[in-house]
């Protein structure tokens, strides 16, 4: 069983500026990926960011970093040099063979 | 890259009807998922298929059913509608290796389905 649990129901950032998404999951799977996607207005869904639970380097993408802290089941996601078109809900997810769990999401406006 | 298709993008049925989406998976991969958004929420899980097999499921109802053919593609069929079946419906495709778990799963644009 997953559960991913996302405490920050909307956050604020200013352009530029540099804030960090919390995330803490739990899982009985031994193998496992944890997962950022971004879901825009259009509602689409994209991958933000993947961590492989077996490596310890934390995972970056250009701007986008996340701090995995294995022990502690926790996967902030920190967005760094905010821009306008990040604004949109951010989904934690925690997945392995089989489904992928998410979160409840943080629903995240760039402020110009 | 090609992405994950379905078709679909909108969809209007009345209560009591039946719908079909389709997902077409990027190329080569070989597991199919299926989750249902609805308004305000996060994606719930609803089944999935590895190599046209069931592999798991989810919070999906009786009255939905899915399967995945032998190019990969799948269909979710849904009958009966009620109201309470307006969301958005996912599908996502990934590539499964023997030694660690799926690759990340890719989603499609998802099928916005209406119930009036």
């Known amino acids: 069983a997953q559960t991913v649990t996302q405490s920050q129901p909307e956050m604020s950032v200013q352009e530029a500026e540099t804030v960090t998404l919390s995330c803490t999951y739990d899982?009985?799977?031994?193998?496992?990926?944890l997962f950022w996607y971004k879901q825009p207005p259009s509602r689409q869904m994209i991958l933000v960011i993947r961590?492989?639970?077996?490596?310890?380097q934390n995972a970056t993408e250009n701007r986008f970093s996340v701090n995995f802290q294995k022990a502690a089941k926790s996967f902030s996601l920190k967005i760094s040099d905010s821009q306008l078109g990040d604004t949109a809900m951010y989904f934690c997810?925690?997945?392995?063979?089989?489904?992928?769990?998410f979160g409840t999401g943080t629903k995240l406006q760039v402020i110009p | 890259a090609a992405g994950v298709i379905q078709s679909p993008r909108h969809l209007i049925k009345e209560k009591r009807e039946t719908a079909t989406l389709k997902c077409y998976p990027i190329?080569?991969?070989?597991?199919v998922y299926w989750y249902q958004q609805g308004p305000g929420q996060d994606p719930q899980f609803l089944i999935s298929?590895?190599?046209?097999?069931?592999?798991d499921k989810g919070s999906i109802p009786d009255r939905f059913s899915a399967q995945q053919f032998s190019d990969y593609h799948s269909e979710l069929n849904m009958s009966s509608l009620e109201l309470g079946d307006s969301a958005l419906y996912f599908c996502?495709?990934?590539?499964?290796?023997?030694?660690?778990?799926?690759?990340?799963?890719?989603f499609g644009d998802g099928t916005r389905l209406s119930i009036l």
């Open positions: 997810a925690s997945g392995g063979y089989q489904k992928v769990t």
């Open positions: 899982t009985s799977e031994n193998n496992y990926y």
């Open positions: 961590q492989e639970a077996y490596k310890q």
């Open positions: 190329p080569r991969h070989d597991t």
């Open positions: 298929f590895y190599e046209k097999m069931q592999s």
């Open positions: 996502a495709s990934s590539l499964r290796s023997r030694n660690r778990s799926d690759q990340p799963q890719h």
